[in-house]
């Protein structure tokens, strides 16, 4: 089993930056991917950042240039750091870890971009 911990979000006014954190705990070594997804207010899940190798990212268009995945393995933490921050980011952040048989989700960190 894997347990994911988010934190970091809050309300920020448009243009504005936040940087989310996800702890990881358990069977670490079982992860294939982790990455980040949103879910906006009365949307389905999106993915938005995630790691496909050790140090190859992949984002969707529509946060290229804005958002930067990282992670410190020693830590067991990965990041998401969010610039240029617009009202439609608004929604909840989950991290997952992707594993071959399962995905694990943290329980979701609130993100409101809003003046």
Same mark, same amino acid.
């Given at each position: 089993?894997?347990?994911?911990?988010? =934190?970091?979000?809050?309300?920020?006014?448009?243009?504005?930056?936040?940087?989310?954190?996800?702890? !990881? @705990?358990? @069977?670490? =070594?079982?992860?294939?991917? $982790?990455?980040? /997804?949103?879910? !906006?207010?009365?949307? +389905?899940?999106?993915?938005?950042?995630?790691?496909?190798?050790? /140090?190859?990212?992949? /984002?969707?268009?529509?946060?290229?240039?804005?958002?930067?995945? @990282?992670?410190?393995?020693?830590?067991? #933490? $990965?990041?998401?750091? $969010?610039? @240029?921050?617009?009202?439609?980011?608004?929604?909840?952040?989950?991290?997952?870890?992707?594993?071959?048989?399962? #995905?694990?989700?943290? +329980?979701? #960190?609130?993100? #409101?971009?809003?003046?």
């Amino acid at each position: 089993q894997v347990q994911l911990v988010e =934190s970091g979000g809050g309300l920020v006014q448009p243009g504005g930056s936040l940087r989310l954190s996800c702890v !990881a @705990s358990g @069977s670490i =070594s079982s992860i294939n991917i $982790m990455a980040w /997804y949103h879910q !906006a207010p009365g949307k +389905q899940r999106e993915f938005v950042a995630g790691f496909t190798g050790e /140090y190859s990212t992949k /984002y969707p268009d529509s946060v290229k240039g804005r958002f930067t995945i @990282s992670r410190d393995n020693a830590k067991n #933490t $990965m990041y998401l750091q $969010m610039n @240029s921050l617009k009202p439609e980011d608004t929604g909840v952040y989950f991290c997952a870890a992707h594993l071959p048989q399962k #995905t694990y989700w943290g +329980q979701g #960190t609130q993100v #409101t971009v809003s003046s």
